[in-house]
């Protein structure tokens, strides 16, 4: 007997069932695997959780993503039993409170979760941390992230032109996933700099609004050197003028190695890019020449007064804003830009747009 509790549609014989569900508006643009039941059992197995567990609730109807209906829309993604706890993972950052996922459904904006993923899992799943590793190619790294957004459409209801008003979007609302290159990073991964073991395997999730803006640097050979070149490229992101949210910087490993040649931290790095992106308030006021800045009402709500604008001010409010991972090839000096949303934050709303993890569950 089975132990799935969602209903079954048959599907007329005359009927292409990969239209059928493009008829239906259950998916992201792209064919689904067909979510048999057959198919949804087999993925269950790749966890010992209930069918029936709630892992969260999905704006913006706020429906129960139960595990099953997880493993569901993951079958359809095209991904593997053995990414299922990953998934669940995610969808448990996403939709616990912290994470600012209403807003990023229902932004214009085009927000959407980048993963990142740290620790055992990503050699056990075979994931992608090198060449290529947040571009196509990989199974887990597309279907992964493919999952967590078709359980935001098909479960909390995130679909375009409805509640997802999303000016332009981009490919990152597809899936934007990869593990952490951790063997080519001179820091400690992501998840450890956060506070978890080095043997944990979690899940990261960082709202960004697209990218990357690529800087190429071929020939810095300090770190002071190469944090310029990357704060000229962060400068101008997002309103030209204006300070922008929580943004995560991918280093490649060649990048990586002129920090780990000077020593240099990431605190180091985030303090260098408060410097080299610092200008007098006054250049970063919104004008009838550039319209992407600091507006009036910003300044008064901010309490910024005429005798302010001498003051310097970078691109973000607080060093923590800038995150930094390792990912790519170990050929080919680059580093990509993923900008976060909010322009300026008051300390209270601070951590809603901070990065979020959720430890992965082994079998």
């Known amino acids: 007997m089975s132990r799935l509790l969602s209903r079954t549609i048959d599907i007329a014989q005359h009927d292409d069932v990969y ?52 493993a569901i829309n993951a079958v359809a993604a095209g991904a593997r039993p053995e990414y299922l706890p990953v998934i669940l ?97 001179p820091w400690p991964p992501l998840h450890v700099e956060h506070g978890y073991d080095p043997n944990d395997s979690v899940v990261t999730l960082i709202p960004v609004i697209g990218g990357p803006r690529l800087c190429i640097d071929e020939y810095s050979r300090t770190a002071r050197a190469l944090v310029g070149s990357i704060a000229m490229g962060f400068q101008r992101i997002f309103s030209p003028n204006g300070q922008i949210g929580p943004s995560m910087l991918v280093v490649s490993p060649e990048h990586a190695d002129v920090f780990r040649r000077d020593r240099w931290s990431k605190d180091d790095i985030r303090e260098a890019m408060m410097e080299r992106t610092a200008l007098p308030i006054r250049e970063r006021l919104a004008t009838d020449r550039v319209g992407g800045g600091i507006s009036e009402p910003t300044l008064r709500r901010e309490g910024i007064g005429p005798q302010d604008l001498d003051q310097p001010m970078s691109k973000v409010s607080d060093p923590s804003h800038i995150q930094i ?19 300026r934050m008051d300390p209270e709303h601070m951590d809603r747009y901070t990065p979020v993890s959720a430890t992965i569950e082994a079998m």
């Open 89 to 185: 993972a995610a969808v448990k950052a996403a939709a616990g409170g912290r994470f600012p996922l209403h807003g990023t459904i229902a932004s214009t904006d085009g927000i959407a979760p980048m993963m990142i993923v740290n620790g055992p899992i990503r050699q056990q799943i075979a994931m992608n941390w090198g060449l290529n590793a947040l571009g196509q190619g990989n199974r887990a790294n597309m279907t992964i992230g493919r999952a967590l957004r078709l359980v935001f459409r098909n479960i909390g209801g995130a679909r375009e032109g409805e509640i997802d008003q999303t000016v332009q979007g981009g490919a990152h609302k597809f899936t934007l996933t990869f593990a952490e290159h951790e063997d080519a990073s």
């Open 19 to 70: 239209e059928f569900m493009f008829d239906h508006g259950i998916t992201d643009g792209l064919p689904l695997v067909p979510p048999t039941q057959q198919r949804v059992e087999r993925m269950l197995t790749g966890t010992d959780r209930s069918p029936s567990e709630v892992i969260g609730n999905i704006p913006p109807s706020y429906a129960p993503a139960t595990v099953e209906k997880i």
């Open 325 to 343: 991972a390792v990912a790519g090839a170990t050929a080919g000096k680059r580093t990509g830009i993923y900008p976060g949303i909010v322009r």
